[in-house]
Structures are given as C-alpha cells and as structure tokens.
C-alpha cells in the first residue's frame, strides 16, 4: 500500500500467496530479504531473514517490507502481532487506569489490568549501500501505526506495546513518538542469560 509520495509498504503474506512463483511468490520474497543488513542490530537482521516467513505462516506475527516509492529499494520493515498484556496499576496513572478499564479485566487482588493489545515486535531500518539515510525510524513508526489504525478501526481495541532495550537513546526516541515507559520485562528465567527490556505503551 502506498502511504505517500515517498513510501510503500507489502505485507509479506502477498508474496506467500503466490506460493513458488519464482517471480512474485516466496522465492522472490527471500531474494528480497537477502537483501537486508542491520549491523547495528544483528537481531533485527536475523528475525527477518529467519523468522518472519515462518512467523507469518503460523499466523504468529505478520511482516511488513517498506520500500521507496522512487527507486523501489527495500529501505526497512516492521511486524506486528496480537498478544496478551499484563499492566500493573502501581506503574500508570488513573487516568491511564480509566483508560484500561474499558478495554481490559482488572484483577483487584493483584491490582492487573490485563487486556489484548497490538505487539511492534520489530522495525529496522536497511543498511545497505545506505538506504538507510532513505527513512526516519519516525516514518517506520507511523507506517506501522497506521497497519495498527486500520486494524483497530476493524476489530477495536485501544492499546500499542513494544519493548526495548534499555538504552536511553532508544527510549527517548519511542518517548518522541508518543509512547511511556510502564514497566521492565526479563528475558530468560537464567539469571546469567537474562537482561531487561523496557515496556512503552502508546493508546490509540
């Protein structure tokens, strides 16, 4: 779908429904992929070159390629997912608490509001041969939210989640784009595996 003059983006469910199709179907979609670098985040390189088809498949998460409108280069992607979020009433405030309220169950006893919520599970920008300097991370953020709009405007809800490392760089820009910080999450049970992600919530 074209957003604007500048970019566009595919679901990669488009290129998976015209199965081997060398030209437009999976085969051509992982010739896109390869060409994808992220070396100032290996993960986000890896999630896309290994995960993202089989997570759509399974209908875990769906991808997105964002790609110029001028030159049709792929200049970044985002994925989204439908997941379950636990919220802490002692880490928002009541007017945040009215706002789940709505939408979510309150467990009084342990004072969480729980609800399902739209997941940004990943956005990385292209670093190769420096498309990058072709999109903001802003303008993969609101690409994203806009898949999000649509999306609430079909089926409700309310509530946009993402987590982050936490470095402050990183959390000053999602605090740019409109999302607070509402709590922390580990990664691993394994305290010598484990580190801490920053939960930011953004409501629609």
């Not at 919520?117 to 670093?127: E, S």
Request: hydrophobic share 40%.
């Amino acid at each position: 779908m074209q957003i604007n003059d500048r970019f566009f983006y595919i679901n990669i469910r488009d290129y998976l429904a015209l199965g081997s199709d060398n030209k437009a179907g999976e085969p051509m979609l992982v010739r896109v992929l390869s060409g994808f670098s992220c070396p100032k985040n290996p993960d986000v390189e890896h999630f896309l070159k290994n995960s993202a088809i089989e997570f759509t498949k399974k209908s875990q998460s769906v991808t997105y390629l964002v790609f110029s409108v001028e030159s049709k280069e792929l200049l970044g992607y985002f994925t989204l997912a439908l997941k379950p979020l636990s919220v802490r009433g002692e880490t928002i405030s009541n007017t945040m608490k009215r706002k789940l309220l709505r939408i979510g169950e309150l467990d009084k006893n342990s004072d969480t509001y729980t609800m399902s919520a739209y997941l940004i599970a990943q956005l990385g920008k292209n670093y190769t041969n420096g498309v990058n300097d072709k999109i903001a991370g802003k303008d993969l953020v609101e690409l994203a939210w806009t898949v999000i709009e649509d999306a609430q405007y079909m089926l409700g809800g309310t509530v946009t989640f993402l987590e982050a490392e936490n470095e402050e760089k990183l959390l000053s820009f999602y605090r740019n784009n409109r999302f607070s910080q509402f709590d922390t999450r580990q990664t691993a049970v394994d305290e010598d595996e484990s580190h801490e992600l920053v939960q930011l919530l953004r409501l629609l």
